[in-house]
């Protein structure tokens, strides 16, 4: 949030401000210390939390470039059941689905035999007032 300043800003006080604000990195770099650098990590700092040694058990990205029958046959099997779970929650939202509109169907019909015996006694009203 920028703040209010105290005083009129003229064009050229606020060009700088902006300026001051949106620095790039390069801009920034003037301004670092050899004091200030000393407070970032050096690759001496990183190798306590892993070694070369400690990498190599991991795979490398020749070795997972390819990938191999049974990686294939696990990945089809996932994504089978995946498939599965999808369809058996989308059998069940039908089946939620369909209770409702039966549901609506059952009350469609008793409010059109309830609406049609009203209109049927109204009907009966007017003819007996009128006649």
């Known amino acids: 949030m920028i703040r209010r300043p105290r005083k009129r800003m003229t064009l050229a006080s606020l060009k700088r401000h902006i300026d001051r604000r949106f620095a ?45 029958k049974e990686d294939m046959a696990a990945l089809e099997a996932r994504m089978d059941a995946g498939f599965a779970g999808v369809a058996r929650q989308l059998d069940s939202l039908n089946q939620k689905i369909d209770a409702v509109l039966d549901y609506a169907k059952g009350e469609t019909r008793l409010h059109t035999t309830v609406l049609g015996e009203h209109e049927n006694r109204l009907r009966d009203l007017e003819a007996g007032a009128i006649g």
């Open 24 to 68: 790039t990195k390069a801009d920034l770099r003037q301004f670092a210390t050899k004091a200030d650098l000393h407070q970032f990590a050096t690759k001496r700092d990183l190798c306590r939390f892993a070694t070369k040694r400690d990498l190599r058990r991991f795979a490398t990205k020749a070795e997972l470039r390819f990938a191999t």
